[in-house]
């Protein structure tokens, strides 16, 4: 006997509607009809007999209760249509709800937690991955601690932009210490040890920077290690210091920052610009996005602007407001303490899971002094 597409199959005590037990009888009898032996039919199926016989009686009713009590704190289909609604609206539905959640925030409105939306979007099978690779997952080790907030992190590195058979390099410079803010930046045709020096020159004087107050974290590249570039930093009073051999991804913040660039919607989709000034305008833009409106978790959802004119404590505490009030409203959806809407004091690079009990080398840690 031919298997039947119609499979009951699951785990004991599952739902069954009334309109699959209607076909599951009609199946099995048209099979008992033809010769076929009842217990086999109830086997294809993934019933029992004894199921079988007792839906046949008129037991074709689901007449189990369900739950006696109902949950107090569940959402109402009101609420969620309203978030449905403003995560999907014309603003907002290009964000993930990561990036929605402190934005609404900031505006004093508060529909729901991330999970919540998250489990929303869910139901609804809005959440499917639009990037075009996924993110690693492995154990770095190269650490630099910093934990005031004059003493920063500088990461530079060149990134290509393709124009034709032609590579633009786009050197830049971003305070790690407050994660993502690019301070300078430049385009050229060639990568050069001058030109990095001149942008790092430029950088330490927009920012009034002080001797022996900046770390310079760079890759082994030649532009990096040129003489230019070393004497330059030794007449600035920046420390150099560089990536791990053969680990092309010792600097994650500046990884993370040129991924932002290439998979931004607005990034040419053939990755090719047409002129060196095509390539400046395009940076440019970006350049103001990322500092003063792109939200940065490891900021806790503030811009790198923000954290820089010193504003994102305000903005972080009106939102710590907002989520007292929204649990003074609804308690019983709060089984712990609100978010923790507050800024970092140790910025690490590349931290290691464990290190007590065991020695750090000199190479693998950098202790910068203000």
């Known amino acids: ?185 430049s385009i050229h045709e060639n990568q050069s040890s001058g030109h990095a020096a001149k942008l790092v020159r430029q950088a330490c004087l927009d920012e009034n920077v002080d001797k022996l107050q900046v770390t310079l974290h760079a890759d082994n590249g030649k532009p990096m290690k040129g003489a230019t570039m070393m004497e330059m930093l ?33 990034y040419p989709a053939a990755k090719k610009f047409t002129s060196i000034i095509d390539a400046t305008g395009w940076v440019i833009e970006f350049v103001d996005w990322y500092n003063n409106y792109h939200l940065h978790s490891s900021l806790n959802f503030i811009s790198p602007s923000q954290r820089h004119n010193g504003d994102g404590k305000a903005i972080l505490e009106r939102r710590c407001q907002l989520y007292q009030q929204a649990k003074r409203a609804h308690p019983e959806r709060w089984s712990r303490q609100t978010r923790n809407w507050s800024l970092p004091d140790i910025v690490t690079l590349n931290p290691q899971r464990k290190t007590e009990g065991k020695s750090v080398k000199p190479s693998d840690m950098a202790t910068l002094a203000a």
């Open 1 to 185: 006997m031919k298997k039947s597409p119609f499979n009951l199959g699951g785990p004991r005590g599952r739902l069954i509607s009334q309109e699959d037990r209607v076909k599951a009888i009609n199946l099995i009898t048209d099979a008992t009809t033809r010769g076929a032996r009842k217990y086999k039919a109830c086997e294809l199926l993934g019933v029992s007999i004894r199921t079988i016989e007792r839906w046949q009686n008129n037991n074709l009713e689901d007449k189990r209760k369900g739950a006696k009590q109902t949950q107090t704190n569940k959402l109402t289909e009101v609420e969620k249509t309203m978030i449905l609604v403003t995560v999907n609206c014309a603003e907002y539905r290009d964000l993930p709800p990561c990036q929605i959640v402190p934005r609404l925030a900031d505006q004093g409105i508060y529909i729901g937690s991330e999970s919540t939306i998250y489990q929303i979007l869910r139901e609804q099978k809005q959440l499917i991955h639009r990037l075009k690779n996924k993110t690693r997952k492995h154990i770095k080790q190269h650490l630099v601690k910093l934990d005031r907030p004059m003493k920063y992190e500088v990461g530079t590195s060149p990134i290509c932009l393709h124009r034709y058979e032609v590579f633009f390099s786009i050197f830049t410079l971003s305070w790690i210490f407050l994660v993502g803010k690019i301070v300078g930046w």
């Open 234 to 266: 030794k007449t600035l009073g920046v420390i150099p210091s560089f990536s791990r051999p053969s680990v092309s991804d010792d600097n994650p913040y500046s990884e993370a920052l040129f991924k932002t660039l290439k998979y931004h919607p607005k």
